[in-house]
């Protein structure tokens, strides 16, 4: 009897013990669904994978670097995730695929990213790198004569839904979008007007934490333009650039997601050790560009001319406590932003390209 009544004064009530499992990193999480079965029931509830993963997003320092390598010589695609180890930075390999052609992947969204071939006639499914769980997507697509194709995922807040959205060109049209709401079985056409469907070379489309999707495109040669699709009612429209000084030439663009908001960077032709940033500012339709900062980038490595630094533009991809973390020349730099990017460390070097990104590990899967 003195034995029930200890445990019971002693056992904390459900909703705190959820808070407290909350803060745990997510693959900490999955090691301790095998302590009993109620911790694997609390662990895999969908309430709690919805806390742990906004709890997540506050921390500082629970967000992962994955490098996504593809080999063409052996037909390897090769998942790693960069582990800090004291001051230097440490690939461990997460997943390897042996096929051909060759996987694509899409930037993260809520820890699970789009596994595909640009050929289509293979899978498509969606993967969490923490859990290494998939889930296949349906192939009912509504074209046929589909010639190049790229995925991405996003989430409403609102309606806490997923969708995946699917670009793709055919031999009448330059851009045709549609969209599969994750666990349905149809994908639905999105009505692109025919100023926008004459764009090409959408990137890969980037979430925000607003529940909108965006792509950097081509109008032309020397044009770009960006396009945002509200995923709630699935309207597309054009985002107006940046207002850039005009004594500045033309760069290259790219289109970020850092923090849960859109961000747009320009490494410049004629100025190739700088870059400058924005960040979008949305309000519900009211879109503003802010910049935020102008940053010396530092030299290249022995051997590696400018050239390939215009040819591989250096992409920012973190800003975590005052520091910015950029893709450049098959390394990973880190800028103190106080100093304007003067002061910087190499915290990873690779010998081959690969696309890297970050990625909040989380318990989400389907």
């Not at 309430?47 to 993963?53: K, V």
């Not at 289509?120 to 194709?149: A, G, M, Q, W």
């Not at 320009?266 to 009211?286: K, N, P, R, Y």
């Not at 005052?322 to 002061?343: A, H, N, T």
Request: proline share 5%; glycine share 4%.
């Amino acid at each position: 009897m003195s034995k029930a009544k200890n445990t019971e004064t002693t056992e904390l009530p459900s909703d705190l013990f959820m808070e407290i499992l909350s803060w745990i990193p997510a693959r900490a999480i999955l090691k301790l669904r095998c302590v009993c079965k109620c911790w694997y029931s609390i662990t895999t509830d969908l309430a709690f994978i919805r806390l742990h993963h906004q709890q997540q997003q506050l921390l500082p320092r629970v967000t992962s670097v994955l490098a996504f390598h593809r080999h063409f010589t052996d037909d390897v695609s090769l998942l790693s995730r960069l582990d800090v180890v004291d001051a230097t930075w440490a690939a461990r390999d997460v997943a390897v695929w042996h096929s051909r052609p060759l996987l694509a992947v899409s930037p993260p969204c809520h820890g699970l990213v789009c596994l595909y071939h640009v050929d289509i006639e293979f899978d498509v499914c969606l993967y969490n790198p923490t859990t290494r769980k998939s889930f296949s997507l349906p192939h009912n697509f509504t074209s046929v004569n589909i010639i190049l194709s790229d995925f991405c995922l996003g989430y409403h807040p609102v309606s806490r839904q997923y969708k995946v959205i699917h670009t793709f060109c055919t031999r009448s049209t330059s851009l045709v979008m549609e969209v599969l709401t994750v666990g349905g079985s149809t994908w639905r056409k999105v009505e692109v007007s025919s100023a926008l469907g004459m764009l090409t070379m959408l990137n890969r489309g980037r979430p925000s934490a607003t529940g909108t999707m965006y792509w950097l495109g081509q109008r032309n040669l020397l044009e770009d333009a960006i396009l945002s699709l509200d995923l709630e009612n699935e309207r597309i429209t054009e985002v107006p650039f940046p207002d850039i000084e005009p004594q500045h030439e033309s760069g290259n663009n790219s289109l970020i997601e850092m923090e849960g908001t859109i961000h747009f960077a320009v490494h410049w032709f004629t100025m190739v050790d700088w870059m400058d940033i924005w960040m979008l500012q949305e309000s519900g339709a009211h879109r503003v560009w802010i910049h935020k900062f102008h940053l010396r980038l530092c030299a290249l490595p022995r051997g590696v001319g400018q050239v390939e630094r215009v040819l591989r533009p250096p992409t920012p991809l973190l800003i975590n406590q005052g520091k910015i973390l950029i893709s450049d020349c098959r390394r990973l730099v880190s800028y103190d932003l106080g100093s304007k990017g003067f002061q910087y460390e190499v915290v990873f070097q690779a010998y081959d390209d690969f696309f890297p990104f970050v990625i909040v590990e989380s318990l989400d899967s389907f």
